[in-house]
C-alpha cells in the first residue's frame, strides 16, 4: 500500500503502518533526496558527506528494525538482517571507491537506492509488521494499540 502520513512531505512507496518507521523510511528518502541533489553538484565532496550521513541513518534504523524482529521473535530476522547487511557493504564498497580517487563511484547511487528501498519495503518489511504488531513487547514499542 503507498501512501503519505498527513505530516509527511515525501511519499512512500510502502507504509507499514506503524509511525516510528514509515517516519524512518520517509527520513531515509528525504536524505537520499538530498544526496541526489547534489550528486548533480561538481564538487562530490558534499555529496559524499551526505551519503556518509544516508549511510549511519540506514545502520541506525536497520538495527532498530533489527531490535524489534528478536523482541518479537520474528522468524525471518536472519534473512533480513542480511539484506541490510548487503546495502551497507555495497554503500562502504562506494565509499572505498570514492576515497581512491574514483569521484565517478558517486554517480547513480541514489537510484541504487531508491530500488533497494522500494523493493526492500515491497518484499521485506511487510513481512514482518504481524509479527510486530501481535507481540506485545514491539506494539508497546511502537506505540502500537
Known sequence: MKGRPDDLDVTLPVMLGI????EEHAELIRRIKRFEELEQQPSP???AAELRAVFEFAQRHFAEEETAMALAEYDEL???RKEHQELLRQLERVFGCYESGDRSALYDVAATLYAWLNEHLAKSDVRYV???CSNPKTA???GIR
Open 45 to 47: 565532496e558534499e555529496a
Open 78 to 80: 536472519e534473512t533480513h
Open 19 to 22: 509511525r516510528i518507521l514509515d
Open 130 to 132: 504481524e509479527s510486530l
Open 140 to 142: 508497546a514499542m511502537f
